[in-house]
């Protein structure tokens, strides 16, 4: 049954729902740029392929959102799961390492995106330093500490080689960073200390279980 | 226990063993590097901080590899990883959306890593045309389905807008490409054919799932 209850942080949020979230925030946005103002949970479950049980469910666990014969409002609920995703906030963002994948991370974070505001990159290579990379000049390494204090920077972006990665991330926490984006093929979470959060992106890895998959189908 | 059975394809295989394969088959080369030549489950799963029992339990899902007393020869184990990935053959990809992130992946990809071979960049913008990246020429998009099928692309690589993406899933797929991976945010599992095979890096939701856990972990 949807609720229109708002006892939120009551109840265990469980990770599976957790991921799902952008997901549902995403779609979200594409109703309201199409002009929906409301959609009851059977019609977004189509819309996303899942249950419309799934998505009542999902959506109970902050309060539901919904009204009974009326459907949810996209808009506010858009707004909501923005809100739970902390996206009503702006998070200053750096990026260490303007090699391929950091120089395309600035582009895709100019100008801001969600929330996300790209605020400073860093390199250790002099011959890299001094340039500009979607508008912002790429800094040393050595002005990070000084930086990330002086800009409350929240998330650091790791796109650096896997040999420099720990000490990079040892760098960025020491100085107040909680929170690291990495890219670097290294489990980084395994190293840091307790209360650093990082969501790894290991595109090489990715692109292994693509090639495993794709071999299993060729021999069935 | 440890065991030299090859009995392998007997079994159905989990998808969480399948997705920790690329994480083995990276220690592994590290070891390797490191001029290891055999190693120890309890070693192998303090390295990796996974228990010794699942690192046997996963490995005997493809016939063990190891044997007691002697643990894992860490070069056969990397080879034999590297083949069930499907890492010991060629895989040819093309990159369709030569922007930032497209950019990034075809200097990524070059030179060839791990047996994926990069052999053609596509853009739609006359712009991009003709010009060099990562020592590749960028075509047009109107060359791809020829391309494919001259040059046996197994994995297409889509890095472009969000409403552009399944015109161009499925246009790669009406000539033949079997595998996606796909950096745009669009939901393409469920707009391609059965037995087609889509492999999401969906980086903005990544980034909402750290500012999630970083929002989650201050309120506490």
Not at 58 to 86: A, M, P, T, W
């Given at each position: 049954?949807?609720?229109?209850?708002?006892?939120?942080?009551?109840?265990?949020?469980?990770?599976?729902?957790?991921?799902?979230?952008?997901?549902?925030?995403?779609?979200?946005?594409?109703?309201?740029?199409?002009?929906?103002?409301?959609?009851?949970?059977?019609?977004?479950?189509?819309?996303?392929?899942?249950?419309?049980?799934?998505?009542?469910?999902?959506?109970?666990?902050?309060?539901?959102?919904?009204?009974?014969?009326?459907?949810?409002?996209?808009?506010?609920?858009?707004?909501?799961?923005?809100?739970?995703?902390?996206?009503?906030?702006?998070?200053?963002?750096?990026?260490?390492?303007?090699?391929?994948?950091?120089?395309?991370?600035?582009?895709?974070?100019?100008?801001?995106?969600?929330?996300?505001?790209?605020?400073?990159?860093?390199?250790?290579?002099?011959?890299?330093?001094?340039?500009?990379?979607?508008?912002?000049?790429?800094?040393?390494?050595?002005?990070?500490?000084?930086?990330?204090?002086?800009?409350?920077?929240?998330?650091?972006?790791l796109?650096v080689?896997g040999?420099?990665a720990r000490?990079?991330?040892?760098?960025?926490?020491?100085?107040?960073?909680?929170?690291?984006?990495?890219?670097a093929?290294i489990?980084?979470?395994?190293?840091?200390?307790?209360?650093?959060?990082?969501?790894?992106?290991?595109?090489?890895?990715?692109?292994?279980?693509?090639?495993?998959?794709?071999?299993?189908?060729?021999?069935?």
């Amino acid at each position: 049954m949807e609720s229109n209850n708002r006892n939120k942080e009551s109840k265990h949020i469980s990770n599976a729902v957790i991921r799902r979230l952008p997901r549902y925030y995403r779609y979200l946005g594409e109703l309201i740029n199409e002009g929906y103002e409301r959609i009851s949970s059977k019609d977004l479950s189509i819309r996303m392929h899942v249950t419309a049980s799934q998505i009542r469910q999902d959506l109970n666990n902050f309060g539901g959102f919904g009204q009974q014969g009326y459907g949810y409002n996209v808009r506010y609920l858009h707004g909501e799961i923005g809100k739970i995703l902390g996206l009503d906030e702006t998070h200053n963002i750096v990026i260490v390492g303007i090699g391929n994948i950091g120089h395309a991370l600035a582009g895709y974070l100019m100008p801001d995106r969600n929330g996300f505001h790209l605020c400073g990159l860093f390199d250790s290579d002099p011959d890299k330093v001094g340039k500009v990379v979607a508008g912002l000049t790429v800094h040393s390494i050595e002005e990070l500490p000084a930086f990330i204090r002086d800009n409350h920077v929240e998330i650091a972006t790791l796109a650096v080689p896997g040999s420099a990665a720990r000490e990079v991330a040892d760098l960025v926490v020491r100085n107040g960073v909680k929170s690291i984006w990495n890219f670097a093929l290294i489990d980084l979470n395994l190293c840091v200390p307790k209360g650093v959060i990082v969501e790894n992106v290991h595109l090489l890895e990715s692109l292994m279980r693509l090639s495993y998959d794709s071999k299993k189908k060729n021999e069935k």
